[in-house]
């Protein structure tokens, strides 16, 4: 079974702090993807990638930043974290040529 | 733009009961999923739906795609305790998945 784990599965931080969100896939995947998730909203894709070094804008990727430097590592960054910000935080995995998504467990990130 | 919207948002029904998830898009796709969330859990892959009359089953839950008409279906066949959850369908479209805002389904005992 693919595995697909995030660094924390809850989070507190100040406002105004650097967060950094880690996800890690084992099943060699290419692409990966960040998303929020908020209630009434579903899934919100922030960024995603489908190399190492490389990423693409999703549609809510203000306020954050991606690192990619290994294929099986994607993290997100929070530069400046805002209470806006608090939310549930999904990575996902799936290889190219649209595979099915594989979803970590995810991160709740309250921001005070 | 793709939107994808589901109806209804949230749902209680009583066990035994026939139930159905909507889930319509706004521009043409050939690939459609449904994914189950459990509360506090992270998303799980039900479906993948590739073709327009396309119909996948397991248990008591069937998906079924029109592409035409832009609408996939989740019935709920007999419904048990163990099937609530929140069910997310989600589009393909440009290199990404777009998400429906999910349907919460209570069912009672």
């Known amino acids: 079974d693919v595995k697909v784990t995030q660094s924390s599965r809850y989070l507190v931080k100040r406002t105004g702090e650097k967060v950094f969100l880690e996800c890690v896939q084992d099943?060699?995947?290419?692409?990966m993807f960040w998303y929020r998730q908020d209630p009434g909203l579903g899934l919100r894709l922030i960024y995603f990638?489908?190399?190492?070094?490389?990423?693409e804008k999703g549609d809510i990727p203000e306020g954050y930043s991606v690192s990619r430097e290994k294929k099986e590592r994607f993290s997100l960054i929070l530069e400046s974290a805002s209470t806006n910000q608090t939310s549930m935080y999904l990575c996902?995995?799936?290889?190219?040529?649209?595979?099915?998504?594989?979803f970590g467990p995810g991160t709740r990130l309250t921001v005070t | 733009e793709l939107k994808v919207e589901q109806n209804p948002l949230f749902l209680s029904m009583q066990e035994g009961k026939n139930y159905t998830i909507y889930c319509n898009y706004s521009?043409?796709?050939?690939?459609l999923y449904w994914y189950r969330q459990d509360p506090g859990k992270s998303l799980e892959s039900l479906f993948v739906?590739?073709?327009?009359?396309a119909v996948k089953q397991e248990g008591r839950l069937m998906a079924s795609l029109d592409t035409k008409a832009r609408l996939s279906t989740l019935h709920i066949t007999a419904a048990v305790h163990d099937l609530s959850a929140t069910y997310f369908c989600?589009?393909?479209?440009?290199?990404?998945?777009?998400f429906g805002q999910g349907t919460r389904l209570t069912i009672n005992p």
């Open positions: 996902a995995s799936s290889f190219p040529e649209k595979g099915t998504q594989n």
């Open positions: 099943m060699d995947h290419e692409n």
């Open positions: 990638s489908y190399d190492v070094k490389m990423k």
């Open positions: 521009t043409t796709s050939d690939r």
């Open positions: 739906l590739l073709s327009n009359g």
């Open positions: 989600a589009v393909e479209g440009a290199q990404k998945l777009v």
